[in-house]
């Protein structure tokens, strides 16, 4: 181990330091430069009259010149030490840093911080810096001693009973087993992947001041199980082994886990913080399980198809199974069979998968330089919240060399692209064990790097320079600065740093008052939950839904007359319910363009970025007349920002609304890229268009645009976009997925954020809201097409003009219908029900006021879920009307997702059919609803006699309005 140079001796001023902790000492002792003078206490030097001071501890201070410890490293701070840290240029702790950093319990607060104001709606940190969207939060619970891990359990369980269904016409991971993705190339074959299920709402409960396997048990809420010999008796009151006010954490278990040669694995992964920044370096190590990460199913031959007692990966109802072999990684717990012990495996987060095999003394180096973006957002965020805890360091320049330990995963938490990597930070160690698990070289080599690298980056520098030295280091070494803070270098007006020591109690009180806020936070949350649980009625019949709901539509209300109409056109524009109209009629009453105009377009995009399912740290919402001209100017900015090349090629789905293919047409013809089809049915060839029903057969490397719709708007079929999307990325990384949720959004739940996609677009008018338009679209995608001069306002290229202000109004509104109609039959919202009607002499402004509203995704899951509950009886009703008159013929599968329903009849033109229900009071409609030519020719309907009936139902028809429409259709002559 090579020291490092530093400058010459000084005979009046020796660089004196102190090492504490005898791993410690033997590790960074020959990394320091040779001139310096050892003062610790383990020194071979402690009789030098340089250093007599520190190594007599107890020695009268007033009557020995104390010597100046110029950099002081210690484990942990000690009382003892203040007076020689305090005065220090280098010490190896940050004020308050080790109580900070070092507890998962304020773990858990600063990460879930952030994930909270993210949901809150900020998209930027409180400095206004940009945050990367690439952080990835585990969901956490704080709670004490056994009698708070029994009211977490309660609220757990009480949340998956109220919980909303699956997005419909998706395929989660919780329902089927997966190939799980292993470092090893050789093992990351679908033969040789261990294929698993996940656990069940399955939580890792962790003592909150302990390191390695002691004090963490594992614990199914659905089955109120410990799956865990030593947790067996949690929740028993007198065998628990829970200290009844010492602090716990409640961890999600992270899923899915990738593996290291079938075996779970976590990395440890090395940060130094210090001045408002904070660094990762390159090196870092793979702690692997003794045991394969094996499924029940390979267990058990009783069980092998994957039924019955099977659990998930790792899991037994019957026995305890929760094994540390299997689950725990770190090497204390896990060394105990050296025939198994993996020891440190080497790797590099700056290492690519595509870069040549890297080799170190016999063994392979594991690239992990795909995981480094989640690996630096979350020390970045990490940094970002922790700094105000941690600040006055400057005096001494103190630093916080940190072991933070991540489980590798996949996918589900940022753009929900499953081969999109991240990683999940579990816990902090600070500072890290100076001692290796196995004392090999390779392994003792790599930490001596990581601490050669912080001293010469850090430590000498701010030692040989001292007070020139300006805390912005010049080489950085295998370090890499992943956040830049604000340095806190004065104290009120004064110039002095202050002192480490008061600034550590000061850190303290921040925290302490932090804590309270969170606490009080906390407890306002379970108490709402709770009421909300306690209120809510999850037992509405569908005929209940449809009935509350209708109350809500003026359209329904109103007029005796038109209150006998069946609506059945609600595909081409739906009813409007109160909540919309008191909002726009609100912004009416009041107009102040700059100021109201301005919060109303702000809490559009609020509402629709939670309808739609978006996240703000990763996406825009832009608001427009309609879906039409936002595609319209977004294929402009793929032809004006040169984003669209003649190479390029775009591939259009023959069911797309004309609204997404007209614009793209367009911007191939200025460009001269190249357009194909992806048909819904294999087509005879033709000269004219490419096209195929095999969206692999289109999808090349030159893929830009795939553009495609949720739902198609006569079909009445889903498509799987989030598969799509996977499929995607996978072959084409350069395309944009484009989707139009016109048809689809009134019906089921959008959840962008779940799909994955680049764009996703909606009209409010066939959505139960106003005529505009919404498109949301993913941070990076903006980036990649948006020229240079809208980079600073994205928004400035799509929204053109004066914004319709009393329509974003009426999108807020649309998100108080949203909330009500996932409330409907609870409490809370049977008072606000008096207020939603429109009747004579009602005051809507004021009306408007009175609504409660708060919009969450928990909310919008609901409401879709109920709308799914009351389209499913009448989609099955009317599909077997139709399926039974040979006459008809049903366009579009029978199968359907959706409750549109479009059809020709052999005798009666669709015009007499329109003509006939409209004099027997059923609304419905006629036509070729733009739909592609191209999707003509696959139905074998020439062009000019393309003209289908639809009939097309939401949530507030009901099973009276199928009654009405088959009245009237039976009465129609030749019908049958």
């Known amino acids: 181990m090579n020291s490092i140079a530093g400058g010459k001796e000084s005979e009046l001023d020796p660089i004196c330091y102190s090492i504490t902790g005898r791993a410690a000492h033997l590790r960074i002792k020959p990394l320091l430069p040779a001139h310096w003078k050892d003062c610790s206490p383990y020194s071979n030097d402690n009789n030098d009259e340089h250093c007599a001071p520190e190594n007599d501890h107890h020695a009268d201070t007033h009557t020995q010149k104390q010597p100046k410890l110029k950099f002081i490293w210690e484990n942990a701070p000690r009382n003892e030490t203040k007076t020689f840290r305090d005065t220090a240029s280098c010490y190896s702790h940050l004020p308050s840093g080790m109580h900070i950093l070092d507890d998962k319990w304020i773990l858990g607060r600063l990460l879930t911080h952030e994930q909270r104001r993210r949901k809150e709606g900020s998209e930027n940190d409180d400095d206004g810096r940009q945050i990367d969207d690439s952080f990835a939060p585990l969901e956490t619970h704080f709670f004490r001693g056994r009698s708070g891990l029994e009211a977490f359990h309660s609220r757990m369980q009480s949340r998956n009973n109220t919980a909303s269904a699956p997005i419909p016409n998706t395929v989660t991971m919780l329902e089927k087993d997966m190939l799980l993705e292993d470092l090893d190339p050789e093992y990351n074959i679908p033969s040789r992947q261990i294929k698993a299920r996940r656990p069940d709402d399955t939580w890792v409960i962790k003592d909150a001041n302990s390191n390695g396997f002691g004090g963490v048990w594992i614990m199914n809420i659905m089955k109120s199980l410990a799956l865990s010999s030593s947790a067996s008796m949690l929740l028993d009151k007198q ?16 899923w899915p886990p990738v593996l290291y040669q079938r075996r779970k694995c976590h990395i440890r992964v090395y940060a130094v913080m210090m001045n408002g920044r904070a660094y990762v370096h390159k090196r870092c190590f793979l702690h692997v399980a003794n045991e394969e990460f094996l499924n029940n199913n390979d267990r058990h031959d009783n069980n092998a198809d994957g039924d019955g007692d099977s659990d998930g990966v790792g899991f037994e109802k019957h026995e305890t199974d929760f094994d540390p072999a299997v689950h725990i990684t770190n090497c204390c717990a896990n060394s105990h069979d050296p025939t198994k012990f993996a020891g440190e ?17 016999g063994q392979k180096v594991v690239p992990l330089a795909k995981y480094y973006k989640s690996i630096a957002a979350s020390v970045q965020v990490l940094a970002k919240n922790a700094m105000s805890y941690v600040q006055g360091g400057e005096g001494n320049c103190g630093f916080e060399y940190l072991g933070l330990d991540f489980i590798l995963s996949h996918g589900s938490n940022d753009d929900n692209n499953m081969r999109e990597p991240i990683a999940y930070l579990l816990e902090v160690n600070c500072p890290p064990s100076q001692d290796t698990a196995t004392g090999l070289g390779f392994a003792e080599e790599l930490h001596d790097e990581v601490l050669r690298d912080l001293m010469r980056m ?58 309270r806020r969170a606490k009080k936070a906390d407890d306002t949350r379970i108490d709402c939950a709770a009421k909300i649980a306690n209120e809510k009625d999850c037992s509405l019949s569908p005929h209940e839904i449809s009935a509350l709901a209708r109350k809500q539509f003026p359209y329904f209300d109103i007029d005796p007359e038109r209150k006998s109409q069946v609506f059945l056109e609600n595909a081409g524009g739906s009813q409007v319910p109160s909540q919309v109209i008191d909002s726009m009629v609100q912004s009416l009453s009041h107009r102040h363009r700059s100021v109201i105009g301005q919060t109303s377009k702000d809490e559009a995009r609020k509402v629709t970025m939670t309808l739609l399912g978006g996240s703000q740290g990763m996406h825009r919402v832009f608001l427009g007349y309609n879906a039409s001209s936002l595609f319209e100017s977004l294929s402009r900015c793929f032809v004006d920002g040169s984003a669209l090349k003649e190479i390029d090629e775009i591939i259009l789905a023959s069911e797309n609304h004309t609204a997404n293919v007209i614009p793209w047409i367009k911007a191939a013809s200025e460009t001269g890229a190249k357009v194909l089809w992806w048909t819904t049915r294999m087509l005879p060839h033709n000269d004219n268009h490419v096209h195929s029903s095999d969206l692999n057969e289109l999808l090349t490397v030159n893929t830009r645009l795939v553009c495609l719709s949720h739902a198609s708007n006569i079909l009445g079929s889903v498509r799987d976009i989030r598969s799509i999307c996977q499929n995607v990325r996978q072959k084409c990384p350069r395309a944009h997925i484009i989707v139009d949720g016109v048809a689809a959004a009134p019906h089921i739940n959008p959840a962008v954020d779940y799909l994955g996609v680049d764009w996703y677009c909606v009209s409010f008018h066939k959505l139960f809201g106003p005529h505009l338009g919404a498109m949301i679209g993913k941070i990076s995608a903006i980036n990649d097409i948006l020229p240079s001069k809208h980079s600073t306002d994205p928004h400035k290229f799509f929204e053109n003009g004066t914004m319709n202000y009393e329509g974003c109004n009426g999108v807020k509104g649309l998100g108080r219908y949203m909330s009500i109609l996932a409330e409907l039959g609870s409490k809370v919202t049977k008072v606000a029900q008096v207020h939603c009607l429109s009747r004579a002499g009602d005051d809507p402004i004021q009306r408007c006021k009175m609504i409660p509203f708060d919009l969450s995704r928990n909310l919008v899951c609901e409401a879709y879920r109920r709308i799914k509950l009351v389209e499913k009886e009448i989609m099955e009703h009317m599909m077997q009307f139709l399926a039974h008159n040979p006459l008809v013929r049903i366009i579009g599968d029978e199968n359907r997702d959706l409750p549109i329903f479009a059809f020709v009849h052999q005798t009666v033109s669709s015009k007499n059919i329109v003509d006939h229900c409209y004099r027997q009071r059923v609304c419905i409609r006629c036509g070729s609803f733009l739909t592609t030519t191209i999707l003509q020719e696959e139905l074998g309907l020439r062009q000019e006699e393309f003209d289908i009936v639809r009939i097309s139902f939401c949530h507030y028809n009901n099973m009276d309005d199928v009654r009405r429409l088959v009245a009237a259709l039976e009465k129609i002559e030749h019908w049958q």
């Not at 628990?240 to 278990?253: F, G």
């Not at 803070?485 to 004065?490: A, D, I, L, R, V």
Request: charged share 30%.
């Open 458 to 515: 850090w430590v000498v520098p701010a030692v040989e320079f001292g007070d020139d030295f300006d805390g912005c280091p010049e080489e950085t070494f295998g370090w890499d600065c992943v956040y830049r803070g604000e340095k806190n270098e004065k104290v009120g007006s004064e110039k002095v740093p202050m002192i480490p020591s008061k600034a550590a109690i000061l850190n303290k009180i921040r925290w302490g008052i932090f804590e």
């Open 345 to 361: 495996i080497l790797a590099d987060l700056f290492l690519s998968e595509d870069e040549p095999d890297r080799w170190i003394d």
């Open 239 to 254: 065998q628990s082994p829970l200290c009844e006010n010492h602090r716990y954490v409640a961890q999600e278990y992270t």
